[in-house]
């Protein structure tokens, strides 16, 4: 699905090239839960964001399902992107302007799909979630485990094959980062969703089938 | 999808109230003014139009060109009217007499009703209502052939009669003088037009009564006399001017150093030439008029660049969201679609403010600018105009702050990278509030020196004394002038009256009343002399010095003269002494002898300079009476004075004017024009200030971070203050240097059409950047001493 090959990716500063990613090899499967794990400023988040293609890589190879996404325009690139991945943040990311229902609504939006097909998928999601007693409930008005529930309940409503999730559990406490990884779990399990996720957890690492460990832009072996 | 954009729009809104509250007070108020003003000009610039040959109708105005000089007036000598129809035949010509007021009897079961007509009052022929369309409800222009008839617009004959159709054939009697029948009624004329008939009297009447100085003499020219004049389409302007030159040739007896020409003046000037003037209410000038819209353009500018600077300050705050749209698969344009919708909620919602503002402010706007008629801002043309501003206003506050917050790479967003620095167009905000304070201070500079002209003109030194004088209109008939002894007698037994004197014109006015001269047994002198005839205690009761001789005494009265400095030095004598009991002579009469000179007084407004006065005793035009009273108890009176006048002059209705109020309506244009600028750079300068106080805010935000460091390293709130306050004093200063100079030139343009003039002093300008300073330093220092007791443990905290 994802092959990395010889990933290079720095910025200038004065003179010299400082390395974010250096020769970065990684084939990901369909169906994979991936975990990686490293520590701060190791790469982990530019990694994350380069296969999320909201970040650009200076050398190197990428293919996306088969598609090359160095030559890719950006328009091209994000199509590629809102059909395909979810995000999910560690701060959640929800837009406090809007309810938790307009929350999940707005990636159907961009895709320009009829109000009616909307809600009945939100109203779905909902209830898998479990939170349609929250639906017109505003961010701020919900634990930082129900917003994040929300948050991967709008990462999943485009139906993505790859959910990107960049430390999810990293503002919880350690029983709703539990529920969270179940919740990644079943996912992978029964709807067959390709997750990545970035963590600091030892712990929340041990879900994935595979560890990924950075150290200073570099793969560990 | 726009069901969401509304409501993201209207939380956001509900959020950031203050944002919110200050864009859309800034914008309310800003379209409002631009619509207000906008209905002003509209109307200003509809007079007259609704002629259907507006276009194609031309006034024939009498050019004189002295050794000194050139003077317009708009009258034509009375002879001229047959002179133009023979010679020019192509054309089509008419005639119309203004007659400014009158006093109407109406006598309905032998008692007589009065009503003092101030303005109005006209006659005319056939021709003219050939030119200027009216319609006739009863009759047609043929009536102004009959002598001894005249006809009521529907209005005034409602007013005289009760019902209009039951006043044909009844009889007004005007000034006493002459009883004219009703036999015509005409459509009431609309209020934008410098013709206000509400009476036309035939001209057939005008030429049979001497009363009103028609006169078949060529040397004889009033500007109430007016010819008009209408130009076929295959026939220029300049085609006829040329015409009009042969003809002066002919019947104008052009010296070496002095001519006497006609022109044409278009009827779609007349509005606006405030030099030669009209025979409606008022003139205004085109510059007037470009200043009002170029006012209006600056406040909407203003309320636009407090929008962007507003805008961008809050894209700090929204940038997660962008961000987040951007990652759910947002494209660029969507989001500006958004932002930009966003902007057209927030200026709907202004402009809505906006007609409630502008409908509750008309009525007086419209007492300022003292328009009767009604004036409606929902006009088609208004509707058009706001809907115009809406889309601009949008697209000029919305385009930019779109631009910037779509463009935001969602990485970037969403890791709370973006800061004011990452936005951009820091150098854009400054320039927008440079610009900002830069306008302020030009309208804070343009308006101190109109308003201190205004006051200027309205406190200066006339050269008499106009302090609790009674004016007192009358007129000139024989039963009237055979009653002014015993009368004048009656008024000094009043106790409050000290003085009281028979005169044709008060010192200042705006009557021109004309005349060629001859000076010491010479031919006549190359200019004109003015004229009003006083009486002896003329002097006495407006306090006016003699720097030589005296006046002359009850005795003299036909023979001897006052003339003022200004004729005295236009005669090019040094000595006053040297004038008295020098011969002089107006328009070929008598020669009189000059018995003393005074000092100049201002003769007319003080737009114009003095003009050569000759003062002369005579009865014949003693039409005011002038009462000096003492301060004390002056209502009293003026009320003994008003029984005195009824018991006198029962056929007179009673007219008396205090000369200050008199003085004051001189300026009325003036200090309306004053008023106007006042109210909408007042508004400018309000809405500036909004604008600076987001600014500050927007500061504020942005250094939080850089304040809670700076307090944990120790710093005092004065110090952060200072902080806050460094900048804005820059930019103040540039926007000084700009606005400076510009305003100084402009303002120096405008005094020129005032004669007398105030100077520029440093002082406007040390205002006018105080008060920049003073506005800022408030909005500052609120904001900045917030930042500065803030605690810095919650603006250091991050996520």
Redo the contacts between chains.
Sequence with gaps: MIELKNIFKWVNQGANKTFLLRDINLTINEGELISIMGPSGSGKSTLL?VIGM??GFDEGEYSFMGNSVKGLKE?QR?QL??EHIG?V?Q?Y??????TVF?NI???L????MKSSERKALVADVLDRFNIVGKKDLFPTQLSGGQQQLVGIA?ALI?KPKLLLADEPTG?LNSKQGEEIMELFKKLNKEDGVTIIQVTHSEKNAEYGSRIINLLDGRIEK | MFKNYFKTAFRTLLRNKTYGIINIAGLSIGIAACLLLFMVIRYELSYDKFQPNYSNIYNIVTKDTYSDGVDYTPGVPYPALNAFRQDLPELKTGAIYCNYGCQVTITKNSTDTKFLEEMGVFFADPEFFEIFKCKWLIGSEKLLNVPNTISLTKKTAEKYFGEWKTAIGKYIKMDNLLTLQVSGILEDVPANTDFPIRMVGSFKTLQDNPVYGYSTEWGHTTSNFQVYTLLPNNITKKNIENQLRLLAKKYYKNQNGEERINELRALSDMHFDVAIGNLGTHTISRTSLTTLSFIGFLIILMACINFINLSTAQAVGRSKEVGVRKVLGGRRMQLFWQMLGETKIIVLIAASFALIIAQFATPYIKHVISIQEELSIFTLESMLFFILIIITVTLLAGIYPSLILSGFKPVIALKNKINSTTIGGISLRRGLVVVQFAISQILIIGTIVSVSQMNFIKTADLGFNKEATLLLYGSTDSVVLSKQNAFKESLLQIPGVKLVSYNSDAPSSDNNWGSNFAFDHKPDEKFSVFLKAVDENYYNTFGLEFIAGETYTKADSAKKVVINETLLNKLNIKNAHEALGKPIRTGGQKWKTICGVVKDFKTNSLRDEIKPIILFPNKMHYNKTAVKLHSANILQTQKAIQQQWEKFFPENVYAGFFMDELIEDFYQQETQMALLYKLFAGLAIFISCLGLYGLISFMAVQKTKEVGIRKVLGASVSSIVYLFSKEFTLLIGIAFLIAAPLAWYFMNEWLQSFVFRVNIGIGVFIVAILTSMCVAFIAVGYKAIRAAIANPVKSLRTE
């Design positions: 964001n909201l970040d328009k994000s992107y809102k995000f943040f701060a990311h929800l837009i406090d302007e809007l307009e609504e707005t990636p939006l961009y895709q320009d709008r485009g503002n």
